[in-house]
């Protein structure tokens, strides 16, 4: 009884049709991801509608909130539209209560309905606008996600061997460490949803701790430091942050109280 056995030739053929169709699959999903986006884009009439935080040492500009600052980057990210209304936290006006009972910011208008929270947002705004992506990978999603806390616990520390100033140094090594193999961005070569985040973290520690405690980023993380830089520097992240003023203002009452 014979066999039939494939020919090199056969099998090099194989290969480069299922290249050629994997290849056609990708572009075609992409295609239609951009479809969406367009149909998305162009059923926006009007500039998406987001409440912020009022500066409060500069009349008519934003104010201190890195949450919010994470919202607007991926609006300017995804090149999407949108008008900033700014609310005076020392005494939030009516309609913003009643839009948002809870007085938080940030919060937009999408679909007609008003949503909080930078993390329910973002990705509504991933899954309603899909391009260009910035969601991360579920497996890098929480890298430096315990930097904030950390930077938070020292800051407000009075005691200066309490160790939170080391767990703030380690959280700093290990996301150095990470940039080191992974970089520049935490998804690699492109920025995602997570340094969005992140970044405007990292630029609150910085003005803040600067400010309260005289303390900067150890010159032992070059890698943390040029991501900083790198994050600080795009276009977007200069035109949605805040005033080096309002973040020092931002952050005296969880160092004097």
Known sequence: MSTS????????????????????????????????????????????????KASVTVPNKLGDCPFTQRVL????????????????????????????????????????????????????????????PLATPLEKASVGSKIFSSFIGFL?????????????????????????????????????AADLSLGPKLYHMEIALGHYKEWSVPESLPHLK???????NMESFIKTRALVEDVIAGWRPKVMG
């Open 5 to 52: 056995t494939a020919t090199p030739t056969a099998w090099a053929l194989s290969s480069t049709l299922r290249r050629h169709l994997h290849k056609l699959h990708t572009q075609t999903h992409h295609l239609r991801r951009r479809q969406l986006c367009f149909r998305a884009m162009a059923a926006l009439s009007d500039p998406l509608e987001v409440c912020v």
């Open 73 to 132: 980057l991926t609006l300017e990210e995804k090149n999407l539209p949108y008008d900033v209304k700014l609310v005076d936290f020392a005494n939030k006006p009516e309609w913003f209560l009643k839009i948002n009972p809870e007085g938080k910011v940030p919060v937009i208008k999408l679909d007609e309905k008003w949503i909080g929270d930078s993390d329910v947002i973002t990705q509504a705004l991933e899954e309603k606008f899909p391009e260009p």
């Open 156 to 192: 407000k520390s009075k005691d200066p061997n309490d160790g939170t100033e080391q767990a703030l140094r380690n959280e700093l090594a290990s996301f150095d460490d990470y940039i080191k193999e992974n970089g520049p961005f935490i998804n690699g070569e492109r920025i995602s």
């Open 226 to 232: 040029s991501y900083m830089k790198s994050i600080f």
